[in-house]
C-alpha cells in the first residue's frame, strides 16, 4: 500500500532520519510536512524500549515532532547494521543526525564515510555547538544554548536576573536553518551533480536569532540589556493593563503614536515635550507608560483592541494558549490540523506555517510506531525476504 505523501513538493526525495530529541526532529519534520519520503530509523539495542527522550510515543510531543514519517529498526552497533545502513544511503538523497560529533565517526557513518558511497547524498548534522572547535564535544541543550548565545541577558525585566524564553528557541532555529541549508545543497546539487555537508548548531542558530541586537554591539559596540515588555527601540511599545486583562500596543514612528493618543482619548500627550519626539518618549519611558495604563484601564481589552485597530494603531489580545486556538483568525489560518489514522486516536496538531497554491503540506499520516514499517522499507531499498527474515533472527532489525 503506497505511503500517504503530505505533499508533493519534496516527493521525489528520499530522507534518512537518524535524529532525535528535538533539533533534529524539526528539521526532518519540514521534509515530511512537505512531502520527502522520511525513513525514521529507530535505534534497535539491548537496552531499547521503543522510546526515546522527548516523551511517550503516543504524548503530544513525539506525535508532533514525527508525523507523515515511516519508521524502520536498526541496530547501528552490529556490523550488520552498519552494512544495512550504508546500502540505504547509497540510494538516499538526504541524511540528517544530531549525534554528538564524534559518535557518527566512531560508527563510520560520517559524511566522509557516506560521500564515498554516495557522492550525492546530502548529510546535515546539528551538534550544540559545532563539529569542531573547542566545544565541539560537550552535550548541548537548548538553555544552555539561549544563555550562551545571549538571549538570556536581554530576555526579562530589568533588576530580575537572567530569563529563558518559553519555548525551546535555540532547539527549533538549529532545525529549521538545518533544513533550509539542506533543501539549499539540494538545489545547487541539481547543477553540480554533488552532495554536501550541511552543519549547523544550536549556539549559532541562537546567535543568529538575536538578529538586530547582535548587530548593535557588532556596528555599535551597544550592549543590549534586559527591557522586560518595553520594545527597546519602539516606544511606546508594551503590555498594558485593560479592566479585565491586559493588551499588547505597539507604536512605530511618530503618526501611530499620535493616532494612538488620540484613540487613547489622551491628544494632550503628544503635545507634552516629555513625549513630542522619539528620543524624548524613551528618555521618559517609564512616565510615558504609566500615563498610558491609566487611560487602558478604564476599558476592557476587547474594546481597546476594537478601538486601536480602527484608529491604525497595532494591538492585540494576550492570549493563553487556550484562547490563541480559539481566536476567529486563528481558526480561520487552520493552522490547528487533525491527523488521520486508522485506529481513531484524538491526534490534533500545529500543521505548517507556509502555503503554497499547488503543492500545499498537509497531515497525510500519523507518526508511526516503534519500527513499523521496517520489512516494508527494507524492500523497498532491494533487500529480499529471506535477507530481511535473516536479519530479524539476527535482531539486527
Known amino acids: ?58 504524548g503530544s510531543d513525539f506525535q ?40 557518527k565517526a566512531r560508527l563510520g557513518i560520517d559524511y566522509d564515510a557516506l560521500r564515498q558511497i554516495n557522492p550525492r547524498i546530502v548529510y546535515g ?68 551533480g554533488e552532495g ?21 554591539w557588532l556596528m555599535e559596540k551597544d550592549v ?20 479585565d486583562g491586559y493588551i499588547n500596543i505597539a507604536t512605530t514612528g511618530g503618526r501611530i503614536w499620535q493616532r494612538c493618543a488620540q484613540a487613547l482619548g489622551a491628544p494632550e500627550l503628544v503635545t507634552n515635550p516629555d513625549y513630542a519626539t522619539a528620543p524624548a518618549r524613551s528618555t521618559n519611558r517609564d512616565a510615558l507608560n504609566a500615563a498610558i495604563n491609566q487611560l487602558t484601564e478604564k476599558k476592557s481589552t476587547e474594546v481597546w483592541v476594537s478601538e486601536l485597530n480602527a484608529a491604525g494603531v497595532p494591538c492585540g489580545p494576550i492570549y493563553a494558549i487556550d484562547q490563541m486556538f480559539e481566536d476567529a483568525q486563528v481558526r480561520h489560518l487552520g493552522i490547528a490540523q487533525d491527523v488521520p489514522n486508522a485506529e481513531h486516536r484524538h491526534i490534533r496538531l500545529v500543521g505548517q506555517p507556509v502555503t503554497l497554491s499547488r503543492t500545499p503540506s498537509s497531515m497525510a499520516a500519523r507518526p508511526p510506531e516503534f519500527g513499523e514499517q521496517t520489512g516494508e522499507v527494507l524492500a523497498e531499498f532491494g533487500f529480499g525476504a529471506e535477507e530481511i527474515a535473516s536479519l530479524r533472527e539476527a535482531k539486527v532489525v
Open 64 to 103: 508532533n515532532l514525527h508525523r507523515n514519517k515511516r519508521a524502520m529498526t536498526l541496530n547501528l552497533k552490529d556490523a550488520r547494521g552498519l552494512d544495512v545502513f550504508r546500502r540505504l544511503a547509497k540510494q538516499a538523497d538526504v541524511v540528517v543526525e544530531n549525534f554528538r560529533p564524534d559518535v
Open 224 to 243: 543590549a540589556k534586559q527591557a522586560g515588555n518595553n520594545h527597546p527601540t519602539s516606544i511606546p511599545t508594551g503590555v498594558f493593563k485593560t479592566s
Open 1 to 58: 500500500m503506497p505511503f500517504p505523501r503530505a505533499s508533493q513538493a519534496l516527493s521525489r526525495f528520499t530522507v534518512l532520519d537518524l535524529t532525535r530529541v528535538r533539533s533534529g526532529p524539526t528539521c526532518v519534520r519540514q521534509l515530511a510536512d512537505w512531502g520527502a519520503n522520511v525513513i525514521k530509523i529507530d535505534a534497535l539495542m539491548e537496552d531499547s524500549a521503543g522510546e526515546q527522550p522527548g516523551g511517550p510515543r503516543h
Open 125 to 192: 548534522s546539528i551538534s550544540g555547538f559545532g563539529q569542531d572547535g573547542p566545544y565541539h564535544k560537550r552535550p548541548g541543550f537548548d538553555q544552555i544554548a539561549q544563555g550562551m548565545g545571549g538571549l538570556m541577558s536581554i530576555t526579562g525585566a530589568p533588576g530580575q536576573g537572567p530569563m529563558r524564553v518559553g519555548i525551546p528557541v535555540a532547539d527549533l532555529t538549529a532545525g529549521l536553518f538545518c533544513a533550509i541549508g539542506i533543501l539549499t545543497a539540494l538545489l545547487e546539487r541539481d547543477v553540480s
Open 196 to 216: 554536501q555537508w550541511v552543519q549547523t548548531s544550536l549556539l549559532q542558530a541562537q546567535i543568529f536569532m538575536l538578529d538586530f541586537q547582535a548587530a548593535r
